[in-house]
T-cell receptor, first 112, second 111 residues
Framework: DAKTTQPTSMDCAEGRAANLPCNHSTISGNEYVYWYRQIHSQGPQYIIHGLKNNETNEMASLIITEDRKSSTLILPHATLRDTAVYYC?????????????FGKGTKLSVKP | DAGITQSPRHKVTETGTPVTLRCHQTENHRYMYWYRQDPGHGLRLIHYSYGVKDTDKGEVSDGYSVSRSKTEDFLLTLESATSSQTSVYFCATYRQSSGYTFGSGTRLTVV
C-alpha cells in the first residue's frame, strides 16, 4: 500500500470549514483513499473513502486531485466534537486483510 | 458503535494469568479483527478472522490466540498475561462499502 504524508497538527475555529490535506504521491491506480478519525480514547471511526472522484457524505467531503497524488478531507462546519486525530490511508483492498497502516495522522483541534 | 460490543471494557489482571477478551457483533460481518494500540506504535493487528474457524496471524500475534466458533463472536486470549501486553485492545469488523467499524475498546492492565 502507498505511503501517506499528513501534517502533524492543525487548528480550526468552530463553525468554520476544516481542510485536512494528505499527500500520497506513490498511489497506484487500484488504490483507494480512506479517511478515519479517532476521538480520544475511542476506537477509530470511518469517515469516507474514494478512488478518483470527489465524494461527499453526511460527515465530510473528499476531494482527490486529478493526478490522485493528494487529497483533502473537508469538514464543512467543524464543531468541538470534531477534535480528533485524522488518518489518511491508501489501500487497494480497503484493508480486508487487516493490513491498514494508520500512521500518526493529523491532530485537529477545533477551538471555540 | 452499536453493532460491536467489547467486553470487558476495563480489566486489571496479574502477570501469568490467562485473560480472554470478547468481541460480539450483530451485523453478520464475515471479517473480524483484533488490534492493540499503544503510545508511539499506533494500531497494530494481532489476529483476524475471515469466517467461522478461519483465522490468521497479524503483525503482533505472539502470546495471543483467537477463536471464532460463531459468526458473531471473536475471542482474543492471552494464555499467560505479561506486562508488555498492557494496552488498549480494539475489535473491528469490515465491510467493503464502509471500511472498518471499531468497538469501544478494552483497556487491559497487567500488573
Amino acid at each position: 500500500d502507498a505511503k501517506t504524508t499528513q501534517p502533524t497538527s492543525m487548528d480550526c475555529a468552530e463553525g468554520r470549514a476544516a481542510n485536512l490535506p494528505c499527500n500520497h504521491s506513490t498511489i497506484s491506480g487500484n488504490e483507494y483513499v480512506y479517511w478515519y478519525r479517532q476521538i480520544h480514547s475511542q476506537g477509530p471511526q470511518y469517515i469516507i473513502h474514494g478512488l478518483k472522484n470527489n465524494e461527499t457524505n453526511e460527515m465530510a467531503s473528499l476531494i482527490i486531485t486529478e493526478d490522485r497524488k493528494s487529497s483533502t478531507l473537508i469538514l464543512p462546519h467543524a464543531t468541538l466534537r470534531d477534535t480528533a486525530v485524522y488518518y489518511c490511508i491508501v489501500t487497494a483492498d480497503g484493508g480486508s486483510q487487516g493490513n491498514l497502516i494508520f500512521g500518526k495522522g493529523t491532530k485537529l483541534s477545533v477551538k471555540p | 458503535d452499536a453493532g460491536i460490543t467489547q467486553s470487558p471494557r476495563h480489566k486489571v489482571t496479574e502477570t501469568g494469568t490467562p485473560v480472554t477478551l470478547r468481541c460480539h457483533q450483530t451485523e453478520n460481518h464475515r471479517y473480524m479483527y483484533w488490534y492493540r494500540q499503544d503510545p508511539g506504535h499506533g494500531l497494530r493487528l494481532i489476529h483476524y478472522s475471515y469466517g467461522v474457524k478461519d483465522t490468521d496471524k497479524g503483525e503482533v500475534s505472539d502470546g495471543y490466540s483467537v477463536s471464532r466458533s460463531k459468526t458473531e463472536d471473536f475471542l482474543l486470549t492471552l494464555e499467560s498475561a505479561t506486562s508488555s501486553q498492557t494496552s488498549v485492545y480494539f475489535c473491528a469488523t469490515y465491510r467493503q462499502s464502509s471500511g472498518y467499524t471499531f468497538g469501544s475498546g478494552t483497556r487491559l492492565t497487567v500488573v
